[in-house]
Each structure stands twice: as structure tokens, then as C-alpha cells.
């Protein structure tokens, strides 16, 4: 039943749901985070759908800088020296990401994760879009339904996400490395590159064992903390982190961006990398 009061249509909430007759009682601009959210959220999908699909401008043979939409580069689209692990399939049709066999669960565990999902489904669906904000949706059901009862694969995500973390250190590990054009000859080398991919990695490593997945596989299941030393130790430290969740989630979305960015300059030869050593 709707009926109609001064501030406006009212719409008896689902079973379960508070009853807010105002649309809100705060006071506050409480829009401008979902505002930020979306907009946030919205310039890295763009981004990283663009350049994954670029097909060009993605590795610095001379430094071994490769962008980490790009790893790893198992087709034989890809360069060969950016081909860390080898060629595993052939030419990849231009709708498809050079790194197929790790964006989409690199994508599963984001879209599955508790933070993310708290901010997209605010931003985006108004579900809430706020505390104490009414939503605009008649019906509640929560995560029990298709499809966002397959949220609940995050924690399988998240095992593929560790994987794909280990290759990323080990793409940035060899890029501390630099091969002289003229000789081939390879040393020791360090540049701004370097630097940018190593932070990315460690913002990368904060982000995933920060995760509530990770935290819980560590000791979530415990019921004698006492008899898992070791575990608990592990869990204590992974919980100071899992409190900084959000700041992680979104600071990787910045270092992703400004770590392939400057390879794409660099390899596409528009700017020279920045050398401190070599």
C-alpha cells in the first residue's frame, strides 16, 4: 500500500526493513561519498578495459617493465620477452585481454570483495545509499539470490589472487634488471619504473592479505586460540591490516593505474625512464 505525506510518496518497507518515512534525517551532504564511489570506481573500469585491450605499450624491453594488466602474457600476441612464462595459446582476437587467464578472477576477487561491494552497491544500486538514507528498492533479499548469491566465491577468488600476487613480485623482481641494446649484456639496474612497480606490488600484497577471505583462512575457524600460537600470531597481525581495508582497495586502484600508465609512456617511447642506477 502507498500512501502520500508531506515530504513526499511513501513505500511501506520490506519485511525486516526500517521504516523511514523521510527520505532522510541527516542533514549532511551524505551523497558525496556514493558520489566519489561511483566516480572512483567508474575511471578504473574505463581505464583498465582500455588499456587491457590496447594490445600495444605494455612492456619496456630494456628495463623489463611489464604492465601488471598485462602478466601474465601467454598468447602469442605478446611480445616474446614479455612472455615470462611462455606462449600457452595463439593469436588473441582483439575483444580479448592479453592477460586472459588472470584478469577476469583478478576482476572476480574486486567485484566479490566486502569492501567493494559495500561502495558499488551504494553508489551505483542505492542499496542503501547511505545510513539513515531510505533506498528506492520495494524488495529486500540480500545476497541469497542469483546473481549475488555468487558473491560467495570471493574466498576462491582470493586463492588466485595470491597466485597472480607471487607473479606480479616476480615481474617486478626482474625489473631490476637492464639489458644494454647493444651488447645484451644484463645487470643491476634501477630506475623510476622500478620503483613504481615495487610499490604497486607492495600496495598489491596489503590489499590481498588484508582481505576478510584471508583473514579468515588464517584463524577464522579457530576455537582455541591458545593451541594455534602461530595461527593466532598470524591473525592478529592480518586483523591490524583488515582494518585498513578500504584505504588499500583504493590505493591499489591508483597504483595499478599510474604503474601501467608510465609504462605505456615509457614503452611507447613518448617520455625516457627516469635512471638512478644504470
Known amino acids: 500500500m502507498t500512501t502520500t505525506h508531506d515530504s513526499g510518496t511513501y513505500r511501506p518497507p520490506a519485511p525486516g526493513r526500517p521504516d523511514i518515512r523521510q527520505r532522510t534525517l541527516r542533514t549532511d551532504r551524505w551523497w558525496l561519498p556514493p558520489l566519489a564511489n561511483a566516480l ?11 588499456r587491457s585491450l590496447w594490445g600495444s605499450a605494455y612492456y619496456v624491453e630494456e ?17 616474446p620477452e614479455a612472455s615470462h612464462l611462455g606462449q600457452w595459446f595463439g593469436e588473441m582476437p582483439w575483444f580479448l585481454p592479453y592477460a586472459l587467464v588472470s584478469l577476469p578472477f583478478l576482476l572476480g576477487f574486486r567485484l566479490t570483495c566486502y569492501y567493494y561491494r559495500k561502495s558499488y552497491y551504494r553508489a551505483f544500486w542505492s542499496s542503501p545509499p547511505a ?45 631490476f634488471q637492464s639489458t644494454d641494446p647493444v651488447t645484451g649484456e644484463t645487470s643491476f639496474g634501477l630506475g623510476l619504473g622500478t620503483l613504481l612497480l ?3 606490488v607492495i600496495g598489491l600484497w596489503l590489499y590481498t592479505l588484508s582481505c576478510h577471505s584471508c583473514r579468515h583462512i588464517t584463524g577464522g575457524r579457530l576455537k582455541h586460540f ?9 591473525w ?7 582494518t585498513r581495508h578500504m584505504l588499500f582497495a583504493w590505493l591499489t586502484i ?15 617511447e613518448t617520455i625516457s625512464d627516469l635512471r638512478i642506477v644504470n
Open 40 to 50: 572512483g570506481l567508474a575511471t578504473f573500469v574505463v581505464y583498465a578495459t582500455i
Open 63 to 79: 628495463y623489463h617493465y611489464l604492465s601488471p594488466f598485462y602478466s601474465p602474457c601467454v598468447s602469442a600476441s605478446c611480445i
Open 131 to 175: 545510513c539513515a538514507v531510505a533506498e528506492p528498492h520495494a524488495k529486500y533479499s540480500g545476497e541469497t539470490r542469483f546473481p549475488l548469491i555468487l558473491q560467495n566465491a570471493h574466498r576462491y577468488f582470493f586463492y588466485v589472487a595470491f597466485a597472480i600476487s607471487i607473479l606480479n613480485t616476480y615481474d617486478m623482481v626482474l625489473a
Open 198 to 200: 615495487l610499490i604497486n
Open 226 to 234: 591458545s593451541k594455534h600460537p602461530v595461527r593466532y600470531k598470524l
Open 236 to 242: 592478529t597481525t592480518l586483523s591490524k591490516l583488515n
Open 254 to 268: 591508483g597504483t595499478l593505474i599510474l604503474t601501467d600508465f608510465y609504462v605505456m609512456l615509457v614503452a611507447s
